[in-house]
């Protein structure tokens, strides 16, 4: 049995601003309101994914980290828009804005380069890449 994850659910404390960071910023694209009476602001992350937005006033500090595996030339054009938009970035978890360029890692399938940073809500991302 293969498991592919559909969704994981972000709480923000505002879901427009925290919309347009993913959507502007980073090039997601906005996939409308989701969930029961529409609580969710939907993230497309690819074709089979999203990144569900949930306004909330209780936000645990860097215990949320969503890691976004990328391919290659993704991950460079990304990297590129996060250096653009003076995001504070880092090559490693603890060390999200120590501004240093993609570092090693090992994650789900093995060897990657990554790079830290946070969004407005405190949440730690990191994009991947296997190649």
């Not at 347009?20 to 969710?40: A, I, P, S």
């Not at 990144?51 to 990297?79: C, N, T, V």
């Amino acid at each position: 049995m293969t498991a592919v994850l559909d969704h994981t659910i972000a709480p923000v404390r505002d879901q427009d601003e925290s919309g347009d960071f993913y959507t502007n910023d980073l090039g997601f694209k906005y996939d409308g309101r989701t969930g029961m009476n529409d609580v969710f602001a939907a993230i497309r992350l690819n074709d089979s994914s999203t990144l569900d937005l949930w306004r909330s006033d209780e936000i645990p500090g860097l215990s949320h980290h969503y890691a976004l595996a990328l391919d290659r030339a993704y991950l460079d054009r990304f990297f590129q828009a996060i250096k653009d938009s003076g995001i504070p970035f880092g090559d490693e978890p603890k060390e999200a804005a120590n501004i240093r360029d993609p570092g090693a890692s090992t994650n789900a399938k093995g060897e990657t380069l990554s790079v830290y940073f946070n969004d407005h809500n405190g949440h730690l991302l990191e994009i991947i890449t296997y190649e």
